[in-house]
């Protein structure tokens, strides 16, 4: 098994071995793809939330053609975006997606959700579903109405600084540029307006105006509102953009009649906005900002046209795109809502209870409030039906709420006897109880992990409503590192590892072909993805299969003759250790980062068609880039060579300031504790292999 950091060349040197010893090299990549419609909304860091298909095409400058024929589109990812999935802990954290495919499936399903939410997918895409007393993958194929589906309560941010680029109009002329602002003015005009250069809270609260009670007419932005307080607010946010003489105000709204502002807008919102109210939508950038400048966004939209009493906090928009969007806002401040569609045909957004309105007025009005709550708060946080497990738990730790009195009678009694049905408040409360009766054995088992995992809250749960088979059609696909990402009209959990039930099949396909075709190679790509340790993961039934399979072609009863396995990865401590014992991809093999004089080859190699200016020395270049990849140092290259097209588009060298301008964007992607990690991994893996098979042993012979 190869291994060491990303980039350093583990792919190329398998590639050489078959080459070199002329056998018949077959490559498999980790996760095989699951896919959704291409109207599905995607969240990622490169354009916040956006339908997938839209997502495929925007990142096709970033990625390379890796498999395509008639009915699959393959691309690899060569700069970082990222996206959220589940990690192996059940939490929901970033997630770096590594491909993105577009393919023709044959069988879909539509199926739509108790939260009104709906998704068209693949019959194969699994769900986050609660069965039988375990969270598990459930193929789209095997869901039933009635299963309950897990989706994300709160989901981190990108926490990015957006930057603000000035729109591409003709008539558009930029006068001089400042820290923060960009001063413009039309070409056949003297008046100069001002624009920023990123978005900030005070722009994010006009834009929560704009889009609210905002209006563009005849070269005028306008923002509808007759309260006093609030036109205040609203005149000073204008001040953004214009001097104060420039602001006009009239009995029910505030105007500032400029065109580089409405260009700038257009430009943001990626549409015209004249009439905007049946499509206006929360921009995409917004997405990826932080938790500040979305609670900014938040009260603008609020105050111009939500309503906010002790009962509820209620939105409604003619727009769809615009309420679907408020959702995922709402998600990435970890505040649950209900979605539905009125009477009058409007999209609503209501918050109700008071925990949940308490939260709201905290984040987005920076209100002080009372956290106090009524002791099991149960009625908006649905949760499976844990009686089953949870007497099973009570009875395997030999806990009683009589007698001794190890949990209180009037907490579990009527949840246990099922004339209750069990929240998530009245759960963590339970969990109080068990975690302190628990030791560190019975913390392991899976019955006290699923518990665990629904009462820490990660999750909503929705019920499945509806499910009926879909037409033939183009969909997609993104790979992540955490085989999951957030997508769907309503924040939703998809994975993406591989198509279940149909690897396994694959794997003895492949194994198959490879011996016919003796002497061969097969090599697994990322096998991390595609063979994770077993039991460490949350519904983990798919992959273990995959690794029981896996070692059943390994070392099962049928010899493998002249056929060499191969594998690689960045990151060996998730392999399951039952691949890596002896007789099986047993040789560790560690793929350094270049030193010195490997990462001056490399430099020679990507600038050995660049026409160099005498000012570039390639051997001080590779003393600077100390902890660069091979794959680090071909972007540094190719950046270099984009900033002398840049400068001049008619160019002849790429100089030494080209060069250094191109390592402030291109950094090092590999730490000296990663390269210390990667040397110790061999000694700290043969220990926990010595560790284990004495655990195998039996206790008696006979």
Not at 101 to 122: G, H, M
Not at 376 to 382: F, Q, S, T, V
Not at 556 to 579: F, H, K, Q, S, Y
Request: proline share 4%; glycine share 6%.
């Amino acid at each position: 098994m190869l291994y060491g950091p990303p980039g350093c060349g583990k792919t190329l040197l398998a590639k050489a071995v078959a080459n070199e010893s002329g056998a018949n090299f077959i490559s498999v990549k980790g996760p095989e793809v699951l896919c959704v419609a291409k109207d599905t909304p995607v969240l990622t860091s490169l354009c916040g939330l956006e339908r997938i298909e839209d997502f495929y095409e925007k990142v096709k400058p970033l990625s390379k053609v890796e498999y395509q024929d008639e009915k699959i589109e393959v691309r690899s990812l060569e700069k970082p975006v990222f996206s959220f999935g589940v990690d192996r802990n059940g939490r929901i954290v970033r997630s770096l997606v590594k491909r993105a495919c577009k393919l023709f499936v044959p069988y879909t399903y539509r199926i739509a959700f108790s939260d009104k939410n709906e998704i068209v997918v693949s019959k194969n895409q699994p769900f986050l579903a609660f069965r039988n007393g375990r969270i598990k993958w459930i193929r789209a194929e095997e869901i039933k109405i009635g299963d309950l589906v897990a989706k994300p309560f709160k989901l981190p941010t990108f926490d990015q600084k957006i930057k603000l680029e000035l729109p591409g109009y003709k008539w558009l002329e930029k006068v001089k540029e400042t820290k923060n602002f960009y001063y413009v003015k039309i070409k056949t005009s003297k008046t100069v307006d001002r624009l920023p250069k990123v978005l900030n809270e005070k722009f994010a609260e006009f834009l929560g105006f704009f889009v609210s009670e905002g209006n563009i007419s005849k070269g005028c932005v306008s923002i509808c509102n007759k309260d006093r307080k609030l036109r205040r607010r609203i005149v000073n946010l204008f001040k953004l953009f214009v001097p104060p003489e420039r602001i006009k105000s009239y009995e029910d709204k505030i105007c500032v009649y400029s065109t580089p502002l409405i260009k700038f807008l257009e430009k943001l919102f990626e549409r015209n906005l004249n009439r905007k109210s049946h499509f206006i939508h929360v921009p995409s950038c917004l997405f990826k900002s932080d938790i500040k400048i979305i609670s900014k966004f938040l009260k603008g939209l609020y105050d111009g046209d939500g309503t906010i009493s002790e009962k509820e906090v209620r939105y409604g928009s003619k727009s769809k795109k615009l309420i679907d969007g408020l959702a995922y806002l709402l998600t990435l401040l970890g505040i649950k809502y209900r979605y539905w569609k009125g009477k009058n045909k409007m999209f609503m957004i209501s918050i109700t209870g008071k925990k949940e309105i308490n939260k709201f007025l905290e984040l987005v009005y920076r209100r002080k409030v009372d956290k106090k709550i009524r002791r099991y708060y149960n009625g908006i946080y649905l949760i499976p039906d844990i009686s089953d497990l949870l007497r099973k738990v009570m009875k395997d730790l030999g806990m009683s709420y009589y007698r001794n009195r190890d949990i209180p009678e009037g907490l579990v009694e009527a949840v246990m006897n099922k004339r209750k049905r069990c929240g998530l408040i009245r759960l963590q409360r339970i969990m109080e109880y068990i975690r302190k009766k628990a030791n560190r054995e019975f913390k392991k088992s899976e019955d006290y992990r699923t518990l665990e995992l629904i009462a820490r809250g990660t999750f909503l749960w929705v019920k499945v409503v509806k499910k009926v088979e879909d037409k033939p059609q183009w969909m997609f696909d993104i790979e992540t590192t955490t085989s999951s990402f957030i997508g769907g009209t309503l924040p939703f959990l998809l994975h993406n590892t591989m198509w279940v039930g149909e690897s396994e099949r694959k794997i003895r396909e492949l194994f198959k072909r490879a011996k016919q075709v003796a002497p061969s190679i097969i090599f697994f790509d990322e096998i991390d993805a595609l063979a994770p340790k077993r039991g460490v993961y949350y519904g983990t039934r798919v992959t273990e299969t995959i690794v029981s399979q896996l070692l059943t072609e390994i070392s099962g009863l049928e010899e493998l003759r002249d056929v060499v396995i191969i594998a690689a990865t960045n990151r060996p401590d998730l392999i399951d250790p039952a691949l890596l014992r002896p007789g099986r991809i047993d040789r560790l093999v560690l793929v350094p980062a270049p030193d010195e004089k490997g990462r001056l080859e490399i430099l020679k190699v990507h600038t050995r068609n660049m026409p160099l200016d005498k000012d570039v020395d390639l051997k001080e270049l590779a003393k600077k880039t100390e902890g660069f990849s091979g794959a680090d140092l071909e972007a540094l290259c190719r950046e270099a060579a984009m900033n002398a097209l840049r400068e001049d588009i008619n160019a002849k060298k790429v100089k030494r300031k080209h060069f250094e301008k191109a390592m402030e964007k291109i950094t090092p992607s590999i730490t000296p504790d990663m390269i210390k990690y990667y040397e110790k991994f061999v000694e700290r893996s043969k220990r926990i292999r010595e560790m284990e098979e004495e655990k195998e042993k039996p206790a008696y012979i006979g």
